[in-house]
């Protein structure tokens, strides 16, 4: 018996268990990549949050295109993606829309409902709501417009770190230069900063950096 044994052990390996071992070793690879990616992402989330005061984002009060308050908590329960532009720029805000409208859609399509993408005009002067309004339905619908006084819009700038050059009581019909920060900023369902998403990003690699951030999401989500 003890010769019989020792035989069944000295068995050559088996190309059964060779696959079964590569698979294992694969799966195993795959799975550390992903945790890996995963801790990534949440130490960017941790660290962007700051201690006791958020290091972007914060209170505010603006309004929106059909004319209704919107503040910092109407964007809560969802992801929100924040762009900040100005109707008559001639180019970048155009292009950057254009890429946040197939941010938009791909995200619906893998994740579902889960985002509001946001607008805040960097030009109050020019920009009422009903201009805001006729603006962004060239782009998306789903898009909320926000503007509001000159005061009001260099604070919600200044909370999210937004350079802009838009001058002060300006005269109407006086023409001027709109200089502003580029980034989209993500914010997570509690309204917290989670990461910034630069004109770097196509719209498919924005599109997975936001999902693979709501995959990681433990709380609720509205996706109503």
Same mark, same amino acid.
């Given at each position: /018996?003890?010769?019989?044994?020792?035989?069944?052990?000295?068995?050559?390996?088996? #190309?059964?268990? @060779?696959?079964?071992?590569?698979?294992? %070793? @694969? @799966?195993?690879?795959?799975?550390?990549?992903?945790?890996?990616?995963? /801790?990534?992402?949440?130490?960017?989330?941790?660290?962007?949050? +700051?201690? %006791?005061?958020?290091?972007?984002?914060?209170?505010?009060?603006?309004?929106?295109?059909?004319?209704?308050?919107?503040?910092?908590?109407?964007?809560? %329960?969802?992801?929100?993606?924040?762009?900040?532009?100005?109707?008559?720029?001639?180019?970048?805000?155009?292009?950057?829309?254009?890429?946040?409208?197939?941010?938009?859609?791909?995200?619906?399509?893998?994740? +579902?409902?889960?985002?509001?993408?946001?607008?805040?005009?960097?030009?109050?002067?020019?920009?009422?709501?009903?201009?805001?309004?006729?603006?962004?339905?060239?782009?998306?619908?789903?898009?909320?417009?926000?503007? +509001?006084?000159?005061?009001?819009?260099?604070?919600?700038?200044?909370?999210?770190?937004?350079?802009?050059?838009?001058?002060?009581?300006?005269?109407?019909?006086?023409?001027?230069?709109?200089?502003?920060?580029?980034?989209?900023?993500?914010?997570?369902?509690?309204?917290?900063?989670?990461?910034?998403?630069?004109?770097?990003?196509?719209?498919?690699?924005?599109?997975?950096?936001?999902?693979?951030?709501?995959?990681? #999401?433990?709380?609720?989500?509205?996706?109503?």
């Amino acid at each position: /018996m003890l010769i019989a044994d020792l035989s069944l052990v000295s068995q050559p390996f088996s #190309w059964k268990s @060779g696959l079964l071992f590569l698979f294992s %070793g @694969g @799966g195993l690879i795959v799975y550390f990549r992903h945790e890996k990616a995963r /801790m990534e992402r949440k130490r960017i989330a941790e660290a962007t949050k +700051g201690i %006791g005061k958020p290091k972007v984002g914060g209170p505010f009060e603006l309004v929106d295109q059909n004319g209704q308050v919107f503040s910092s908590e109407d964007m809560k %329960g969802k992801y929100a993606l924040v762009y900040f532009g100005f109707t008559h720029c001639p180019d970048i805000c155009p292009e950057e829309l254009d890429k946040m409208a197939n941010m938009i859609d791909l995200v619906k399509q893998r994740s +579902g409902n889960v985002m509001r993408p946001i607008f805040v005009t960097c030009d109050p002067a020019r920009d009422s709501p009903g201009v805001v309004k006729s603006y962004l339905a060239e782009f998306h619908p789903d898009l909320i417009g926000l503007s +509001g006084s000159w005061e009001q819009v260099k604070s919600i700038c200044k909370l999210y770190r937004v350079y802009f050059s838009t001058p002060p009581n300006v005269k109407p019909g006086q023409d001027y230069l709109v200089d502003h920060s580029i980034y989209f900023y993500l914010m997570d369902p509690e309204g917290d900063f989670v990461e910034a998403i630069g004109k770097q990003h196509t719209a498919e690699q924005a599109a997975t950096i936001i999902t693979n951030h709501v995959g990681d #999401w433990r709380g609720g989500i509205d996706k109503s």
